[in-house]
């Protein structure tokens, strides 16, 4: 079956700019995280949705926002972009979400965002 | 809070060595742990997880075992080969709070021919 699905792979946008990153989740699949990496953070947590409802948010300020379609494809937002938004932004999918132990999540490709 | 810390890499062996690459973690009650591969270009991939303590996760020639006393996860390969070379996370879910992955900072396994 097909996998994690990221659009686009690679961006280019200016400070100051508004980005819309997509991700459509494997088939069946209900929850949809959101993760950040970048060298020197490492992998961080932005969200995930479930059934178009945000289920966890980490740490991240409100200029990064995301929402979950009816067909569990979701999009994550960033307005407002500043440099140390340059990153890897990786979606991962799984059938029930990480609220049940050893819930496996299978990534994406990711989204290679540098801000300019 | 939450956290795992893995050794500083990259950890440079020849073809056919053994492999271990530690990893420790704090959280309270029982994490599930995880171990995730990521090739270059790509995503991560689940390699193998352990939901409870003394549990083994094993694929592909890789073991760890989810050891509560040490909160430890190493994992281990008997026989590295040139394509295991990757960058691998170790990682972990809580069984209270937010739960949301949390990874460690990455080793970068290079296998040498």
């Known amino acids: 079956k097909a996998g994690v699905t990221q659009t686009p792979r690679y961006l280019i946008k200016t400070r100051g700019q508004q980005v819309t990153l997509s991700c459509s989740p494997i088939s069946g699949h209900r929850s949809v995280s959101w993760y950040q990496q970048t060298p020197g953070q490492g992998l961080q947590f932005l969200f995930e949705y479930f059934s178009e409802t945000q289920r966890n948010k980490g740490n991240f300020p409100g200029r990064f926002s995301g929402r979950q379609f009816s067909n569990s494809r979701s999009e994550m937002n960033v307005s407002t972009l500043e440099l140390g938004d340059s990153a890897l932004y990786l979606c991962a999918s799984s059938l029930t979400g990480t609220v049940f132990r050893g819930t496996e999540a299978f990534f994406g490709q990711g989204t290679r965002l540098t801000v300019v | 809070g939450n956290s795992v810390t893995q050794m500083e890499g990259p950890v440079t062996l020849s073809e056919e060595a053994f492999l271990t690459i530690n990893c420790t973690y704090t959280?309270?009650?029982?994490?599930?742990l995880f171990w995730y591969v990521q090739y270059p270009g790509e995503g991560l991939q689940l390699l193998l997880k352990?939901?409870?303590?003394?549990d083994k996760g094993s694929n592909k020639g890789f073991e760890a075992t989810y050891r509560k006393e040490t909160t430890s996860f190493h994992l281990e390969k008997g026989s590295v080969q040139v394509s295991d070379s990757a960058v691998y996370f170790c990682a972990l879910i809580p069984d209270t709070g937010r739960r949301a992955l949390t990874f460690g900072s990455g080793t970068r396994l290079q296998v040498q021919p």
């Open positions: 352990a939901t409870k303590a003394d």
């Open positions: 959280a309270t009650g029982y994490p599930s």
